[in-house]
């Protein structure tokens, strides 16, 4: 099965430095792989997604993953972050059935300081 | 665009009491599921369903029933509340499961604790 790991429960960046949010998956064949934003008291929304059309996926707001294969990765990026990206962040992983194999990593909050 | 809506949003139970939470969307989407978020531990499956009148079990079903007698509703009951079941529930749903169309739409959540 599966799965994602977050490097990081906790990012802290300075208003207008690189935001990076590290996500690796295990599946034995390419999977399909997301990033969800979750506001303060809200449910999460998808940032962006990949699907195999292009390694590099642009997302809302700015940010964009790259896939990366060889270290099975897909970590999340924004080159200069705002106050307003303060949130968590989750990676989440799919296969490619049809039998609900969604899964979320644990999350990583992102502090902006002035 | 309703989306999905869950109600209530908060709630406090009593131990060994009862509640059904309520998960609506308006997208005709065939999926759905019900989720648990606890710190540190992002979201866990508690239940799905595959379309109207189906459900199965996720990760972390134990204690937890649901039922899905309406394409557009998906309700998650607590037949006898546990603290351990202090938690936020979202309630998402998606076209399909698997691939391109996996994309979940997720409601505001309910916060429920119980004391």
């Known amino acids: 099965a599966q799965s994602v790991t977050q490097l990081g429960s906790h990012v802290s960046v300075s208003e207008g430095a690189l935001v990076l949010l590290r996500c690796n998956y295990s599946s034995s064949v390419p999977p399909y792989l997301f990033w969800y934003v979750q506001y303060p008291n809200q449910g999460l929304q998808l940032l962006l997604k990949?699907?195999?059309?292009?390694?590099l996926v642009k997302g809302i707001n700015g940010f964009e993953a790259e896939f990366k294969k060889s270290e099975t990765s897909f970590h999340l990026t924004k080159p200069s972050a705002h106050m307003s990206d303060a949130a968590e962040y989750f990676c989440?992983?799919?296969?490619?059935?049809?039998?609900?194999?969604?899964?979320f990593g644990a999350g990583t909050r992102l502090t902006v300081k002035p | 665009n309703a989306g999905v809506t869950q109600t209530p949003k908060f709630r406090v139970l009593k131990t060994g009491q009862s509640m059904t939470l309520l998960c609506a969307q308006d997208?005709?989407?065939?999926?759905m599921y019900w989720y648990r978020q606890d710190p540190g531990m992002g979201l866990r499956l508690i239940h799905y369903s595959v379309g109207e009148g189906t459900t199965a079990k996720g990760e972390v079903p134990d204690g937890y029933n649901v039922s899905r007698l309406k394409k557009q509703n998906f309700l998650l009951g607590l037949e006898s509340a546990a603290p351990s079941q202090t938690s936020v529930y979202f309630c998402?749903?998606?076209?399909?499961?698997?691939?391109?169309?996996?994309?979940?739409?997720f409601g505001q959540g309910t916060r429920l604790t119980v004391v």
């Open positions: 990949y699907t195999s059309a292009a390694t």
């Open positions: 997208m005709n989407h065939e999926y």
């Open positions: 989440a992983v799919s296969g490619h059935n049809n039998n609900n194999d969604m899964r």
């Open positions: 998402a749903s998606s076209y399909s499961s698997g691939g391109l169309n996996t994309e979940a739409f």
